[in-house]
């Protein structure tokens, strides 16, 4: 299993330096001349200057790469166009926001979205089954940021009014205390219960189906421990791997997420970045956000192989 | 002596389309709910210029984020247009972009897809390498970068929820291959003299058709989700376009005052989806019943 950790790291080499190519080659697709868009479109011709000796944009492309990963790795992202900090102190300061809301998400979805599969498993095409799953259909197709919008309807407008409060029950907007959490986390947390409920309830179903499941029942152990005991235990294996998948999702997701309840994490400093055509903090963001997500995935990768005792890596 | 009466069973009428995959389509009910959803949306996208009760785009001022009314079905928007005509219109967009963009995926996924798994090796190396990096980047955020670096419109948007969208088709292609080449008849094929070009064109396309037309039908709900995600984030079709996410985003500032401007777009979108999953899932158990 070493050798297979070995080798999945080393995979997951080339995949970082593409993707890393990419971001760095992303501003030559804006028109015009990059030097300029990096150094904003009211630079003067000394910075515009400075910036393309900087970037060593006259050097060959695998120079100026080289350049590029050189600086990422020792932490120079460049500075902000709109604010003149460093991108990476602005990441810096937004990163645990994100991480906070993903993982807050993350543990929501799963102690719910996974009870509600193994439930509807255990009693397939039931009431609870078919409720939970035209639920879970429409927690797939629903967009996550109009549902944050339904959220905000809900908790600031409609609940006051029916409990006659004075004010919203949560606050909109904003962040600091928990209750700014609540509605961010649900919101963002809804789709991938959704997928785990799903999820969980086939792999639940497919373990139910097994020989030593109705060995298990043959020899009059009881139904709950049938469930939890045999099937829900080898069922977790696939589990654990979408819910390890999913973190990375959530953090493309919190790009949306975090606009609408304008939470300031490193999604909406995207998005801002977006508006005023900020591209080194764009190119920032979405590099850590993407170096993040193949992490978390070759993390999950290294954790199947651990926790399955019959996957043989070769 | 007994007599002994021969009877006849009445021959079954044959039905009407048959014991294939049409068949088992027709019997899942869910899928039944999504193909209606589709076919609904579809006529909707086709004669919103017919069916539409007002001018889309024609504001009055007088009735603006008045909510609905026996004039104005769904309300008016933020500038007193009516919201089911720019729903209607927007069916139509959204329409555009889940086909063009899985035009987009398709020819350069299935092609990358053959391609990788028919002849293996260096090329298979090349092309899986390069999927993999695209999908190192969550998708959406993929769509977003091309988006902002390209610049706002709604051709680029298209462009890059297409582009999403490619690893997707190579995978399931590339996998779709590998197992029908090692079939007896590519071999025949083959030994009759039969150019790579004609094995991949006559043999090796049409036996993945099935898997292209499932995930064809998901891609599409896929592909309007991003979309309404982009619009949202106001760098996807241009502000007074009906497009659903659009709409969503003009409507956020009267979300407390007149919420309708951002229900009803989202419920549009939440439906269109729901019916293009629904449809996907029964296709997939349609035509591959082993996946059951």
């Not at chain 1, 809804?190 to 030593?212: K, P």
Request: aromatic content about 10%.
């Amino acid at each position: 299993m070493i050798n297979y950790i070995i080798r999945r790291l080393l995979l997951a080499i080339p995949v970082l330096l593409g993707a890393s190519f990419f971001v760095f080659w992303s501003i030559r697709w804006v028109p015009g001349d990059p030097a300029v868009a990096i150094a904003g479109e009211l630079a003067t011709p000394e910075l515009i200057a400075q910036v393309r000796e900087q970037l060593g944009l006259d050097e060959p492309v695998h120079v100026q790469f080289s350049m590029y990963l050189f600086r990422t790795f020792q932490g120079d992202m460049g500075k902000s166009v709109k604010t003149g900090v460093p991108v990476s102190s602005e990441i810096a300061r937004r990163l645990p926001n994100t991480l906070q809301l993903a993982a807050a998400s993350l543990v929501l979805s799963a102690i719910i979205g996974i009870p509600i599969g193994v439930f509807s498993a255990t009693k397939p095409n039931s009431w609870f089954d078919g409720g939970s799953m035209t639920f879970a259909l429409l927690g797939v197709s629903m967009p996550i940021f109009w549902l944050g919008l339904m959220l905000m309807i809900f908790f600031a407008v409609l609940l006051p009014k029916w409990l006659d409060l004075p004010g919203p029950v949560l606050p909109p907007t904003g962040s600091g205390t928990w209750k700014h959490m609540v509605m961010p986390t649900i919101a963002l947390a809804a789709n991938s219960m959704a997928i785990q409920a799903r999820m969980t309830r086939a792999c639940m179903l497919e373990v139910l189906r097994q020989d030593y499941i109705r060995t298990a029942r043959a020899k009059g152990l009881i139904e709950r421990l049938v469930i939890y005991r045999h099937a829900f235990r080898n069922a977790l294996i696939p589990i654990v791997t979408v819910i390890g998948l999913q973190f990375g999702t959530l953090l493309g997701g919190a790009v949306l997420t975090e606009t609408v309840f304008a939470w300031p994490g490193i999604g909406r400093l995207l998005v801002e970045a977006i508006g005023f055509r900020d591209y080194p903090v764009i190119q920032g963001a979405i590099l850590v956000i993407t170096v993040g997500f193949v992490l978390t995935n070759l993390l999950v990768d290294v954790l199947y192989a651990y926790l399955d005792p019959r996957v043989h890596y070769d | 002596m007994a007599t002994t009466t021969t009877t006849f069973d009445t021959p079954t009428p044959r039905p009407l389309i048959g014991y294939g995959p049409l068949r088992r389509l027709m019997r899942a009910p869910m899928a039944m709910v999504g193909l209606f959803i589709v076919l609904a949306f579809i006529f909707v996208g086709l004669t919103a210029d017919w069916i539409a009760p007002h001018d889309y785009d024609l504001p009055d001022f007088s009735m603006a984020r008045k909510g609905p009314s026996p004039g104005h079905l769904l309300g008016n928007d933020e500038i007193g247009r009516d919201m089911l005509s720019r729903l209607m219109h927007g069916a139509r967009i959204s329409l555009t972009i889940g086909l063009t963009s899985v035009a987009i995926g398709v020819s350069f996924g299935v092609v990358l897809g053959v391609l990788s798994g028919y002849f293996g090796g260096f090329t298979d190396l090349l092309i899986m390498r390069l999927i993999d990096i695209m999908l190192a980047f969550p998708s959406i955020l993929l769509a977003i970068m091309m988006v902002a670096f390209l610049g706002p419109s709604l051709q680029n948007a298209m462009l890059a929820i297409g582009v999403i969208s490619i690893p997707v088709y190579a995978r399931l292609v590339r996998s779709s291959t590998l197992t029908i080449k090692e079939e007896s008849f590519i071999e025949a094929a083959r030994a009759l003299g039969g150019s790579h070009f004609f094995i991949l064109l006559r043999h090796i396309l049409p036996n993945v058709v099935a898997p292209i037309i499932v995930q064809s039908t998901l891609q599409i709900a896929a592909a309007i989700q991003a979309a309404a995600a982009l619009g949202f984030l106001g760098i996807g079709a241009p502000p007074d376009v009906p497009e659903w996410g659009n709409m969503i985003q003009k409507g956020r500032a009267y979300i407390f005052s007149a919420p309708h401007i951002v229900v009803f777009p989202g419920l549009a979108t939440m439906f269109v989806v729901l019916g293009f999953s629904l449809l996907g899932d029964g296709l997939r158990d349609a035509l591959d019943p082993r996946l059951k």
